[in-house]
């Protein structure tokens, strides 16, 4: 399979998974609805206007909308001039774009997976949040291991 059609096909997976996720979520979901899945994984509802972690609220929807579209930009940048990392920047490139879907469609980013053990309590994030950090752990681990290589990036 062509390059260009594996990151069309990895982000467009993001992308619908996150979408799909979300509408369903909202769809059979009341606001102060918390469904158990597991004992420290519940499925909520929470309307995101800032933010990673909700920071940052006061900036408005606009910021956030220019930011995303700056990195979604800046990503693609990335993909035609390397030659590496091009999973881990498919899926920051699906989760930017889900995310930015929403801010589009709904003024704040939909996220609804909750997760907890015992005491420690994680912020509320979605499919394509953790598209996003994983592409961002995998980028920075991939580029840390070529450039201990000597390769450039």
């Known amino acids: 399979m062509r390059r260009t059609t594996s990151v069309l096909l990895i982000v467009s997976l993001v992308i619908a998974i996150d979408q799909i996720t979300k509408y369903l979520v909202v769809t059979y979901l009341n606001p102060s609805d918390s469904v158990r899945i597991f004992s420290f994984l519940h499925l909520v509802i929470i309307r995101n206007t800032g933010a990673a ?9 606009v910021f956030f909308i220019v930011v995303s579209i700056i990195a979604i930009l800046f990503v693609i940048w990335l ?9 881990s920047l498919s899926l920051i490139l699906g989760g930017a774009t889900g995310n930015l879907i929403d801010r589009i469609l709904y003024g704040n980013v939909v996220d609804f997976i909750d997760f907890s053990i015992g005491k ?32 450039k990036i």
Do not use: P, Q
């Open 53 to 61: 972690f909700g920071m940052f609220k006061s900036l408005g929807n």
């Open 79 to 87: 993909m035609v001039r390397g030659k590496e990392g091009y999973f």
């Open 120 to 151: 420690f309590h994680w912020y509320t994030f979605n499919i394509a949040d953790a598209a996003l950090t994983v592409g961002v752990i995998m980028f920075f681990l991939s580029s840390h291991l070529l450039l201990k290589r000597g390769a």
